[in-house]
């Protein structure tokens, strides 16, 4: 999945190349002007720069593919050292584990410690080896301690910047956009309350979901609190904000009302956008009704025309959303999560039976639909989030044993 992207093959090949040309960088400030002495050089070698970078742009499997790499060529640099391969190697392992989810930024320096640590591990070994003098040690010691300080320091500067420019989108900032004071969500939570609540609702929903098939949790949990900002410019015409209030679709056409449903998308792309939010939320707004069919205002339509013996046409494209399908597992979960928790609001007396037959109609519809075509789930992934999903709404809508009024207390 990563290299399908050139933008991701560009970056990779940066990365790939950091270690080198630091350590080339080091050789000349060593060799040619004297600067560094050479006992220290293969210690100021940044070897964890480019695998922090890796394992929170990438992940886990391209850190450990670059940190290889890098060990492997600077070790050939520095005349086939054994040394300098084995450092790297141990420097990999430890940055990929120590930074795998990272999802706060002071989180890379703890991982910078831990690096430094294993450096410190390594050059006594080496000392123990070699017998060298307690001052030679103590310059490497510092000079790991620099290296590991410095790749933590610059990954929190780079980090970013390489998101901007190549349309990456980390788990930090996705913790970051989860922070409930965001203008967006607080704007919903005054201005469409049951919007709001409805997000909050699918959020839980999906991401249960996602830790039953190990999908990514965050990712769908933060793109559900933000699938229906578009709802900002009418709440009004969505059912969770109308309470007790008239139903302004009972003076529209089926086809108009359809219209205002469907312009949600549109204009949360819009919203979105126009707050600079990363690609995953953009994705999320755009699929998560995927181009379905509005089944209410549909039958609404063909009821009226069989009540007016009319010739008139129906034409199904007209109460379709103009969305893509889900096009990744995190995608199609937050389709379902939304589509299982509007609907769990018209249960009369919700029982688990009830809500299982409701979620197993849902699913049933989903696929009929063709709406988790390009989303690479199987049927046993996609069973378990029907389970995962049941299992959640029975828990958040069970009834509660009727309390009975305490007639002489004061407190009515």
């Not at 060593?30 to 394992?55: C, E, G, R, T």
């Not at 910078?112 to 006594?124: E, K, M, S």
């Not at 009830?354 to 690479?376: M, P, T, V, W």
Request: negative net charge; proline residues 4%; glycine residues 4%.
């Amino acid at each position: 999945d990563i290299l399908q992207k050139i933008e991701n093959v560009i970056l990779l090949s940066l990365l790939a190349l950091i270690t080198v040309l630091s350590a080339r960088l080091l050789s000349y400030l060593s060799i040619q002007l004297d600067l560094l002495p050479s006992v220290v050089l293969i210690y100021l070698v940044p070897h964890s720069l480019a695998v922090l970078l890796s394992v929170i742009l990438f992940g886990g499997g391209a850190a450990l593919s670059i940190g290889f790499w890098g060990s492997f060529a600077t070790a050939i640099y520095f005349d086939q050292s054994f040394n300098v391969f084995v450092l790297g190697i141990l420097t990999t392992v430890t940055a990929t584990t120590a930074a795998r989810n990272v999802h706060r930024r002071s989180n890379i320096y703890r991982a910078g410690l831990l690096i430094a640590l294993v450096n410190f591990l390594f050059t006594f070994i080496i000392y123990i080896f070699d017998q060298q003098e307690i001052t030679v040690l103590g310059i490497q010691l510092l000079g790991a301690l620099i290296s590991s300080i410095f790749s933590a320091s610059l990954t929190l500067v780079l980090i970013p910047l390489f998101e901007k420019l190549f349309g990456i989108t980390t788990d930090i900032t996705l913790l970051e956009l989860s922070d409930m004071s965001h203008p967006l969500l607080q704007k919903m939570a005054i201005q469409a309350p049951g919007t709001y609540h409805h997000s909050l609702m699918v959020a839980t929903l999906s991401q249960n979901a996602a830790e039953a098939i190990n999908a990514n949790s965050l990712l769908v949990r933060v793109s559900a609190y933000y699938h229906d900002i578009g709802k900002l410019a009418k709440p009004e015409f969505f059912s969770e904000n109308i309470q007790n209030n008239e139903n302004p679709h009972d003076n529209l056409s089926p086809h108009m009302s359809a219209l205002v449903i469907i312009a949600h998308v549109k204009e949360g792309l819009a919203l979105a956008k126009r707050h600079k939010l990363p690609t995953p939320i953009l994705d999320a707004i755009e699929q998560h009704h995927g181009n379905g069919l509005i089944h209410f205002f549909y039958e609404k339509a063909k009821r009226n025309i069989l009540d007016l013996n009319s010739d008139e046409e129906l034409n199904e494209a007209d109460f379709r959303y103009g969305g893509k399908p889900a096009e990744s597992p995190e995608m199609a979960i937050l389709s379902l999560a939304d589509a299982c928790e509007a609907a769990s609001r018209s249960i009369n007396k919700p029982t688990p039976q009830k809500i299982s037959n409701l979620i197993n109609e849902i699913f049933e519809q989903k696929l009929n639909d063709g709406q988790l075509d390009y989303a690479r789930l199987n049927m046993a992934e996609i069973n378990l989030v029907k389970k995962s999903i049941i299992f959640s709404l029975t828990n958040m809508l069970h009834g509660r044993v009727p309390y009975k009024n305490n007639e002489n207390s004061s407190d009515k």
